[in-house]
């Protein structure tokens, strides 16, 4: 197959899987750098905290011929109390926030994944911005919060709308979205 400069990229181009590789893990904290420090200037230089050290990192890897290999969307799940599992630090590559569907499969596994793993409550603080695909995509807001200086929602997923993923380290090619 030739690759069209001038395709549209799809969310088939992409495989969504937990971060189980050196590379994977370093381009995903390069990745959040980027959207939260540079792009949405929050964090200083460096987003990293405590969480990380206990978190589960979640990467969408293109399948693009010319970007192969390329960590384009992140998000980072961990358990803080048995049954309680939170997702947060959800970033995708500024040219890729055009695939709609990265978001959204990122979260899917994330919740999923979870899900698989004894998962009760699933929580995230979601950016203002963002919060309506979240309630597409089966969550709720339960309040209204600052932090680090914008508006958030704390949400929770239902958990009946996400099917556990037993194999997360392996992931999933995201379905195209519907024409």
């Excluded at 911005?129 to 958030?152: A, C, I």
Aim: proline share 4%; charged share 25%; net charge positive.
């Amino acid at each position: 197959m030739i690759f069209d400069p001038f395709k549209p990229f799809t969310a088939s181009d992409f495989q969504i899987k937990f971060a189980t590789e050196v590379w994977e893990k370093r381009d995903a904290a390069a990745l959040r750098r980027a959207v939260f420090c540079r792009e949405q200037g929050l964090f200083g230089n460096d987003d990293r905290d405590a969480i990380d050290d206990l978190a589960i990192t979640i990467v969408a890897i293109s399948l693009l011929g010319v970007a192969a290999g390329d960590v384009v969307g992140t998000v980072r799940i961990h358990q803080p109390e048995p049954g309680v599992w939170w997702g947060s630090r959800l970033a995708v590559a500024a040219e890729y926030r055009r695939v709609g569907a990265l978001g959204a499969a990122l979260i899917r596994l994330a919740v999923s994944a979870a899900h698989a793993r004894g998962c009760r409550t699933f929580l995230a603080h979601v950016q203002g911005q963002n919060v309506e695909l979240f309630r597409k995509l089966n969550w709720t807001s339960l309040e209204e919060l600052e932090l680090h200086g914008l508006p958030h929602h704390r949400m929770r997923a239902d958990l009946a709308a996400y099917p556990p993923i037993l194999q997360a380290e392996i992931g999933f090619r995201s379905l195209r979205r519907a024409a």
